[in-house]
């Protein structure tokens, strides 16, 4: 654990991992422990960031790759500056949804960029600044789909190239999370909603 007060938590996964759920669930755990948590996100979680959010997910036109990935490294650096190390130094609990692992996983995953490159460039962004510990809400891509989708058709094309991309995106979050085993905790997405919170917080009780 780092020496800095506070204690910086990220949550990372692909879409529809349940992040969302187990953040909820994991602020009202600590809340009702007496801790002041601040929940927080990536894109957007500063003023600018809401700017470059709206940028990055919205707009219809192409984005260079190299742009995007800058663009999500802007919303980090202003992130990290002006809202997650300020609430660090108070020595609150930062809940944060999303940060440089997925960069790395999605910007990635693209096939144009180099994931060592854009974690450097992230990294550059925040003068180095990494969580405490990010929770992997893991879960095959595949899955995820045939959960979701009732009526039981094969993919389309486009589709296909969607599931390889997110097979990508997961692939890349578990190298990252095999590099660093101190910082991450892998849990299965499958399981149930009450079983991955009580992972969660006994990893999360340690580090308090
Ligand atoms: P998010 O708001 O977490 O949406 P969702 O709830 O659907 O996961 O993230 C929006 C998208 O932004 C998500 O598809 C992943 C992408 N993203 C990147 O590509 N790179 C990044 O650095 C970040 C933080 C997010």
Known sequence: MSSRPGLWITLEGGDGSGKTTQAEMLESWLADAGHTVLRTREPGGSE????IRDIVLHHTGEIAPRAEALLYAA????????VVQPALNRGEIVLQDRYLDSSVAYQGAGRVLDGSQV?????????????????????DPAAARVRLDAADKPFDRLEAEKLDFHTRVREAFLALAKAEPERFLVVDALASVENIAEQIRARVSSLL
């Open 119 to 139: 974690r450097d460039l992230s990294l550059w962004a925040t003068e180095g600044a990494l969580p405490d510990l990010t929770l992997l809400l893991d879960l």
């Open 75 to 82: 919303d980090r650096a202003n992130h990290v500056a002006t």
């Open 48 to 51: 600018v960031g809401q700017l």
